[in-house]
């Protein structure tokens, strides 16, 4: 029997797939161990399995993700965690399987509450020790042998990584977050991730029909529902497939680039078509060993990626540790509240030969490619002074030494709620801007970005942060300075449109994301102007911001007369990619049709704009359009007039086509 429910998205998107379930790990306290050094070494063993396959997962997964695996990794090799299963083994009865679920129960008790952060962190060492005592008693990591709607009670990237990412067309949990590693994992395979409901899981069992869209979960749809929700999604695949090779081609104002950790991206990097690199995270190359990365190290890594980008744009990021990212062998001050702690250029000045290192190192690989620097976390112009002070100082030493260097361009991260304020001052001392949304966003809203309980209060698209963008973007063009985006946001396909419109240059984005953030970006620019020459034959010299996010439709393609055939006046149409409409102009509402579906804007300079939102949607008689204005309201290009619900015009067999036509 069909059930439907809606659940909170992580992941937006649609598919249909059959249900896979991974059940969750049973503990097993009764299992006694026969010799403490034979399950001491079980356990030794496990771990090097587990990392092993950890690695495996990075190498075939999204670069960009690589992150996660790698605190993945630093939770298992964890000192307390090793400590503490060791403990048990030899203090009891207890075999290595279970001493480890033990453990990671320990552990993860004791992070929970003292921070969101750590809460998640306490459930990724519980996953981390799950896995570990299936390895111990010989268990495989179950997965699907076919594509499937990956379905648990919860899920580690660790055990998501067990899965082949082909294998995978969406994922439903009971616990979840939009910001979880988990999250980002879908995000980046391109895939809808749902969350939220244990009596939804509860009715699913294997090989249970599933329908996702966008918070939406279908369970158990009949066949012929089922079967069109399946050809529905191959079709969408492959238009997407085909968007993405019209827009590799297209010409856009707007950049992307792409996130690596090292030189071990630079194969990906190559062919996923980015436009250059928009954030190096240098800070990888600082967590990979048991002590400092030489400035012979890091010269060849940042060398390596300047020479094989060929003269495109090559930003590092200098080393952005603490918060989460600690090195073993950097001693670090004890925090309550790490991600407002001795972090980014903060942690920079205080180690002071560290510092100086890798500015060397980068002064030195700036002669072989188009290098600048990015330093994190400012939130004032005396930070920038003295980083740039200390490039002086690097400069004079590598003078004396007759060592070639290039001083190469600074900008700066703008994370913080405190930089975007200061963003006017800030663009006289930096060469760019770069906004790094994730943590600008969990800072301005105050809120904890892994805090899951709170997840209705998380909008990366709050009027505050979009505000806080475009301040920072208007401030850097007018002392004419690029500003780019670098966090998760750059890559939303729902924020792109309003980025654009905000001044945003360039988006940065994780290599899998590039080719289809091309295709947002350029659909966004083809509309964010229309001009006379491309969408109104006759030219009336006007332009007309974008009503909606999606693919621009030419007036004689237009599928009603009364539009293609230019009897309402010049034209053009998107073809929806959600339901968000925009105000064409800067003007005044002045009519809206009694059944919503159209609005007319008298524009500053006179003209008469109509706003049409599908064919024959007059029908309808209001079903499906939530305005946000009435007749009198001034608004300006790109303000929110109204949504629509796409689906309930498709429903209806209307076309959802968006028109713009001058009266």
């Known amino acids: 029997m069909m059930k439907e429910y809606a659940l909170k998205t992580a992941q937006g998107g649609f598919a249909a797939g059959k249900a896979f379930l991974i059940e969750a790990a049973e503990a097993h306290p009764e299992e006694k161990a026969a010799e403490k050094e034979v399950e001491k070494a079980a356990f030794e063993k496990a771990v090097s399995i587990l990392e092993k396959e950890l690695s495996q997962a990075e190498e075939r997964a999204e670069k960009d993700a690589a992150e996660l695996f790698e605190m993945e990794r630093m939770l298992l090799k964890d000192a307390s965690f090793y400590d503490t299963t060791i403990g048990l083994i030899r203090a009891s009865d207890m075999s290595a399987a279970a ?38 008693r010989g268990e495989k990591a179950s997965a699907p042998e076919r594509a499937s709607v990956i379905v648990a009670k919860e899920l580690s990237p660790a055990r998501l990584s067990a899965i082949d990412p082909g294998l995978i067309r969406g994922i439903v949990t009971a616990k979840g977050a939009p910001t979880s590693h988990v999250s980002i994992l879908a995000g980046n395979l391109g895939v809808p991730y749902v969350y939220g409901s244990d009596e939804a899981l509860e009715t699913i069992r294997k090989e249970t029909k599933l329908i996702l869209e966008d918070g939406k979960l279908t369970i158990e749809p009949d066949d012929e529902i089922f079967r069109e929700a399946v050809q529905r999604m191959e079709a969408e695949q492959k238009a997407k497939e085909e968007r993405i090779k019209r827009a590799q081609g297209a010409k ?30 240098s800070e990888f190359l600082f967590l990979k060993g048991d002590g400092t990365p030489s400035e012979e190290e890091q010269f060849s890594a940042y060398r390596s990626v300047a020479e094989a980008m060929d003269g495109k744009e090559t930003v590092i990021r200098t080393f ?11 001693e670090m001050p004890d925090e309550k509240n790490p991600a407002l702690g001795c972090r980014g250029v903060r942690l920079c000045l205080r180690e002071d030969e560290l510092f100086k290192t890798q500015l060397r190192a980068l002064l030195r690989a700036a002669v072989f490619g188009n290098i600048r620097i990015m330093i994190p976390m400012v939130t004032s112009v005396r930070e920038i002074d003295a980083v740039r002070a200390k490039l002086g100082e690097c400069a004079k030493e590598l003078s004396a030494e007759h060592t070639a260097y290039e ?82 946001l750059a890559s939303d ?28 970006a350029a659909g966004a620019e083809s509309m964010q102007e229309v001009v006379a020459e491309e969408a109104f034959p006759t030219g009336r010299g006007i332009s007309v911001a974008a009503p909606a996010d999606g693919e621009l439709i030419p007036m004689a393609e237009i599928p009603d007369p009364a539009f293609s055939s230019g009897a309402l006046g ?73 949504v629509v619900d796409l689906d309930l015009i498709r429903e209806a067999g209307f076309s959802p086509i968006v028109i713009t036509a001058l009266g």
């Open 493 to 520: 396909p729902a924020a792109i449109p309003a980025l654009i419109r905000l001044g945003v240059d360039e988006l940065s984005v994780s290599m899998p994301k590039v080719a289809q953030t091309k295709v947002h």
């Open 407 to 488: 001083v190469p361009p600074v900008g700066v991260m703008v994370e913080t709620p405190a930089a975007a304020m200061i963003a006017d001052r800030l663009a006289k001392k930096a060469d760019f801007f770069s906004i790094g949304t994730n943590d600008l966003i969990q800072y301005t809203l105050a809120l904890d970005r892994e805090a899951q309980e709170l997840d209705e209060y998380y909008d990366p698209r709050h009027e505050a942060v979009l505000r806080l963008i475009g301040e920072t973007a208007a401030a850097g063009h007018k002392e004419k300075i690029p500003t780019a985006i670098c966090g998760e």
């Open 99 to 136: 001493a480890v679920q033990k453990a990671g129960d320990i552990l993860g008790e004791r992070l929970r509450g003292s921070s969101e952060y750590n809460s998640q962190r306490g459930e990724d060492l519980r996953g981390i020790a799950a896995r570990l005592a299936g390895i111990i």
């Open 320 to 330: 952005d540790l603490g918060s989460d990212k600690k090195a073993d062998w950097l």
């Open 252 to 281: 856009r104002r707007t950049k992307v680039y792409a996130n690596i950790k090292g030189p071990e991206d630079i194969d990906e990097l190559l062919r996923s078509g980015a436009d250059g690199v928009g954030l190096f995270r």
């Open 570 to 642: 010049d034209c053009a149409g998107i073809l929806p990619e959600n339901g968000n409409i925009y105000a064409p102009c800067d003007g005044v509402v002045s009519a809206v049709a009694e059944t919503k579906h159209a609005i007319t804007f008298t524009a500053d300079d006179g003209r008469r704009i109509l706003l049409h939102i599908g064919i024959d949607t007059v029908y309808l008689a209001g079903r499906g359009f939530a305005l946000r204005v009435k007749e009198g309201d001034a608004v300006s290009a790109g303000d929110p007039v109204m």
